[in-house]
């Protein structure tokens, strides 16, 4: 008993549980320590403290809030896995799990005046369904809203988020009459149309002016906006229906006998344009 007491004297260096306010610089007493690191993993980033102190969570905690995520929160305690250990609580898979422990428990959240349905939102997007087919690279919310540095993304920069992994997506919207019209009435890009944690797979019913159709959330009838979509949509309508009636042409002559490969081919190609 003597010797357990002498090991868990502080003059011999024994530290015991630290504060919650302690943790970022307990850990960060190796973690942002780049010599030290360098010696178990040279690749390991060194910036995680600083960063978290810039962060919604590392701001709060400064001034007190104990209810906050700090290192300990995600990361577990003494069961610390590498995140790319799938049992990780930040394994890709995992970290929308991890971040509803707070932010989907109304009762916890009480008192910050934020929504707590974002994970509900975020299962039903095309990004969760990624993520759970096996696509790691698939967004989760440390992909939007940072890891350590977390901190929610003003309304004009969502589409800067959205852009670094739709690229080519982005470049057609900045050519577009929106890009402009968006900017100045401060609507955000991307998410005004697709939202923002429920994403969900866009259909062609979104494009014209009936009950499904996104254009009408802005365009009213009569104005040159509502006329275009209207244009498209019928458009659409009559593509789908040429698509579908070479695909019945095709299928019967294919069961007459006759080589239709490459003319499915064609028409295989002019689906994915139309998608």
Same mark, same amino acid.
């Given at each position: 008993? %003597?010797?357990?007491?002498?090991?868990?004297?502080? @003059?011999?260096?024994?530290?015991?549980?630290?504060?919650?306010?302690?943790?970022?610089?307990? %850990?960060?007493?190796?973690?942002?320590?780049?010599?030290?690191?360098?010696?178990?993993?040279?690749?390991?980033?060194?910036? &995680?403290? *600083?960063?978290?102190?810039?962060?919604?969570?590392?701001?709060?905690?400064?001034?007190?809030?104990?209810?906050?995520?700090? %290192?300990?929160?995600?990361?577990?305690?003494?069961?610390?896995?590498?995140?790319?250990?799938?049992?990780?609580?930040?394994?890709?898979?995992?970290?929308?799990?991890?971040?509803?422990?707070?932010?989907?428990? @109304?009762?916890?959240?009480?008192?910050?005046?934020?929504?707590?349905?974002?994970?509900?939102?975020?299962?039903?997007?095309?990004?969760?369904? @990624?993520?759970?087919?096996?696509?790691?690279?698939?967004?989760?919310?440390?992909?939007?809203?940072?890891?350590?540095?977390?901190?929610?993304?003003?309304?004009?920069?969502?589409?800067?988020?959205?852009?670094?992994?739709?690229?080519?997506?982005?470049?057609?919207?900045?050519?577009?009459?929106?890009?402009?019209?968006?900017?100045?009435?401060?609507?955000?890009?991307?998410?005004?149309?697709?939202?923002?944690?429920?994403?969900?797979?866009?259909?062609?019913?979104?494009?014209?002016?009936?009950?499904?159709?996104?254009?009408?959330?802005?365009?009213?009838?009569?104005?040159?906006?509502?006329?275009?979509?209207?244009?498209?949509?019928?458009?659409?309508?009559?593509?789908?229906? *040429?698509? &579908?009636?070479?695909?019945?042409?095709?299928?019967?002559?294919?069961? *007459?006998?006759?080589?239709?490969?490459?003319?499915?081919?064609?028409?295989?190609?002019?689906?994915?344009?139309?998608?």
């Amino acid at each position: 008993k %003597c010797n357990s007491m002498r090991a868990m004297s502080p @003059a011999r260096g024994f530290r015991g549980a630290p504060r919650k306010a302690q943790i970022p610089e307990f %850990c960060g007493r190796c973690h942002s320590n780049p010599t030290y690191m360098r010696h178990y993993n040279p690749s390991l980033r060194t910036d &995680q403290l *600083s960063e978290y102190l810039t962060s919604v969570h590392g701001k709060r905690l400064k001034q007190g809030d104990t209810k906050v995520a700090a %290192c300990v929160d995600c990361h577990s305690v003494h069961n610390i896995l590498a995140v790319t250990d799938p049992r990780a609580p930040v394994y890709p898979t995992n970290v929308a799990n991890t971040c509803a422990k707070c932010h989907a428990n @109304a009762e916890y959240m009480k008192g910050y005046k934020i929504p707590t349905n974002q994970f509900a939102s975020y299962e039903k997007s095309v990004h969760a369904a @990624a993520l759970a087919g096996g696509d790691t690279s698939a967004p989760t919310c440390t992909t939007c809203h940072g890891n350590h540095g977390a901190t929610p993304p003003g309304v004009n920069s969502v589409a800067n988020v959205c852009g670094t992994c739709h690229a080519f997506n982005q470049q057609l919207f900045e050519k577009s009459p929106h890009a402009a019209a968006f900017a100045q009435l401060h609507f955000p890009g991307c998410v005004q149309c697709h939202s923002n944690h429920e994403v969900v797979h866009p259909t062609d019913a979104w494009v014209g002016t009936g009950p499904d159709a996104v254009c009408v959330k802005c365009h009213v009838a009569g104005d040159n906006g509502y006329k275009a979509a209207q244009a498209i949509g019928t458009d659409l309508t009559k593509m789908k229906a *040429s698509y &579908q009636q070479a695909t019945d042409v095709l299928n019967k002559a294919e069961l *007459s006998g006759m080589e239709v490969s490459s003319a499915k081919v064609e028409l295989t190609n002019a689906h994915g344009e139309l998608s």
